[in-house]
T-cell receptor, first 112, second 113 residues
Framework: GPKVLQIPSHQIIDMGQMVTLNCDPV?????FYWYKQILGQQMEFLVN????????KSKLFKDQFSVERPDGSYFTLKIQPTALEDSAVYFC??????????FGHGTKLSVL | GDSVTQTEGQVALSEEDFLTIHCNYS??????LFWYVQYPGEGPQFLFR?????EKGSSRGFEATYDKGTTSFHLRKASVQESDSAVYYC????????????FGAGTRLAVCP
């Protein structure tokens, strides 16, 4: 079936550094999302993105976070600067309509 | 705010047992309800959805019926297999929210052969 690819699968960085998480969504999808999952806890919505704009964001989407999809390529989540509490697995998802979201396998971010 | 409550954090069963995972929701509008399944090292996978009262969703032997009266969407399967071992998430989505899903805490199902 359709696949969402996330690169890299694991990223380790020092606190205060910048990190960019990359997502290659399903090719004909129009809506893009980032979710955050701390180990053993539930998936939490961060942001959704449509037509080049952020449509909704949660309280977890701090000022240090930004998203973009330049020229229809990767959908990226940038964190600058990172903090210890940003350590989590970040899932990208895409969809055509509200029928279903397709999730990637996640990028595990470890902030030291 | 909108929320989803899954009563069971963990469920342990033997093969061919009957499964029930309870899901209740609270929402300001009339949500669509979903079940997703997550296997180790992967993202959640869509199982099925229902969008109106009394509608039944089903897939791979799993089923749930939307009950607006009790605000519930309980997941059931008549006979589980070891391969069903995974984390199951109930979620809701509201129209006009650009497909944002609110997930429950998840239920870890372990099925022993």
């Amino acid at each position: 079936g359709p696949k969402v690819l996330q690169i890299p699968s694991h990223q380790i960085i020092d606190m205060g550094q910048m990190v960019t998480l990359n997502c290659d969504p399903v090719s004909n999808h129009l809506y893009f999302y980032w979710y955050k999952q701390i180990l053993g806890q539930q998936m939490e919505f961060l942001v959704n993105f449509y037509n080049g704009k952020v449509m909704e964001k949660s309280k977890l989407f701090k000022d240090q976070f930004s998203v973009e999809r330049p020229d229809g390529s990767y959908f990226t989540l940038k964190i600058q600067p990172t903090a210890l509490e940003d350590s989590a697995v970040y899932f990208c998802a895409s969809s055509v309509t509200n029928e279903r979201l397709f999730f990637g396998h996640g990028t595990k971010l470890s902030v030291l | 705010g909108d929320s989803v409550t899954q009563t069971e954090g963990q469920v342990a069963l033997s093969e061919e047992d009957f499964l029930t995972i309870h899901c209740n929701y609270s929402a300001s509008g009339y949500p669509a309800l979903f079940w997703y399944v997550q296997y180790p090292g992967e993202g959640p996978q869509f199982l099925f959805r229902a969008s109106r009262d009394k509608e039944k969703g089903s897939s791979r032997g799993f089923e749930a019926t939307y009950d607006k009266g009790t605000t519930s969407f309980h997941l059931r399967k008549a006979s589980v297999q070891e391969s069903d071992s995974a984390v199951y998430y109930c979620a809701l989505g509201l129209s006009g929210s650009f497909n944002k899903l609110t997930f429950g805490a998840g239920t870890r199902l372990a099925v022993c052969p």
